[in-house]
């Protein structure tokens, strides 16, 4: 490491054990079981706890950006989480950050994706704000699992949430938004994480989470593009256009868009900038070229006609599944009304009524995040929030039930 780097991020980083930063960082919302030979760090603890959980083994069945179901070289959502976890360790390593933390970050950063990408968040959306009034980003929603859906069995066998540390809750909640600011500084505040209403409103609380939040865009930019040259998205002419964006950064003689060399570059780069005083920054010619790889991935990718096609479809299949969940809602009937439906879709309507058992007031006893029977409001969003742990495998699945005879 060079000595200009050397200790620079060392002195600020989130392992500074016994200061109020510190404790901070490692709070529960409750206190979590000690074993006698525990061998873990509280952030090593939530790493493995996020890699148990049900929420992160689905996302190697959700759509990153293509829906590609039987094309194994195409990305799912859990290829990119794992892009990030190495981009982020590599950066957290060289910068003397902790590494652990971001790795922690770094799995469970898209727990709270819908099936069918950012398409059906937007479906989620716009369902969440027509029918209760409310809201859906996947942010929120990951926070929203790792704090009240995902469970895991202690060691008396009870079943209990993962029950994070708040950094690593903060890390989940904030780590989305464009870094379209040159640099980047951890936030100051103590914030209700929970109370979080709208979308990269805020800076992450740790600079490990800053990391994690670049490395998202690092990990995405070139993946995307690697895709969209072997799906024949991108036609030749655009690729000559990507490489003009790419020119004045890496020189004439250098050829390559490839994932590998851009996670690379923009990592290094950021690497050699960063510092306590100037923030998490990149040169100005490597941001610019960034800023460039983006706004051609809009145009190019992300808003190519081919997606309209997908955008139906998924918006389909999440509307109908909605829609047959939503009619059954009658305080006084839904019982009778679940085990009608159930004659007809057994397998939607049993998910459903198993999730509705684990959750609400219905037939449970204990804790309950949805009282259904108060009003229509918390069914429908216990509707979207069930729909938005499926996968694109299982909501097809339960799509193909609801429009076969």
Partial sequence: MPAHVMNTFARVATTKENSPRWQACITRRKSIYQREN?????????????????????????????????????CTRI??????????????????????????IAIGHDIGHAPFGHDGEYILRNIAQK?????????????????????????????????????????????????????????????????????????????????VKVADKISYLGRDLEDAIRLKII????????????????????????????????????????????????????FQTILGIKEFNYKYIYKHPRLNYYKQYAALIINSIFDTLNELYNPSKLTENIENKKQIFPKLIKSFEKWLMAYSDYQKKGDVIYPIFSDR??????????????????????????TTF
């Fill in 131 to 211: 029918y209760y009034g409310g809201t859906f980003f996947h942010e929120q929603n990951g926070l929203f699992f790792a704090d009240n859906i995902e469970l895991l069995q202690n060691e008396q066998g009870s079943e209990e949430t993962l029950n994070l540390t708040y950094a690593v809750r903060d890390g989940i909640v904030s780590h989305c938004g464009e870094m379209d600011d040159a640099s980047l500084f951890p936030r100051e505040e103590y914030l209700d994480l929970s109370a979080i209403t709208e979308p990269s409103i805020y800076n992450p609380f740790t600079w490990e989470a800053c990391i």
């Fill in 79 to 104: 290829e990119h989480v794992n892009h990030v976890s190495s981009v982020s360790y590599t950066i957290a390593q060289y910068l003397e950050l902790n590494t652990e933390l971001v790795l922690a």
């Fill in 235 to 286: 036609r030749q002419e655009e690729q000559d256009e990507l490489k003009a964006i790419l020119s004045p950064y890496w020189g004439e003689k250098h050829n390559s868009a490839s994932n590998t060399s851009l996670i690379h570059s923009f990592a290094t780069d950021l690497c050699l900038n960063s510092s306590p005083e100037k923030g998490i920054m990149f040169s100005e010619r490597c």
């Fill in 377 to 402: 409001t918390n069914y429908q969003k216990c509707i979207v929030d069930f729909i938005s742990s499926m996968s694109d495998s299982f909501a097809i699945e339960m799509f193909n039930e609801l």
């Fill in 38 to 74: 525990e061998i873990r760090s509280e952030f090593g603890r939530d790493y493995t706890r996020l890699l148990h959980s049900k929420a992160y083994r689905r996302l190697k069945h959700k759509t990153q950006v293509f829906f590609a179901a039987n094309n194994d070289h195409v």
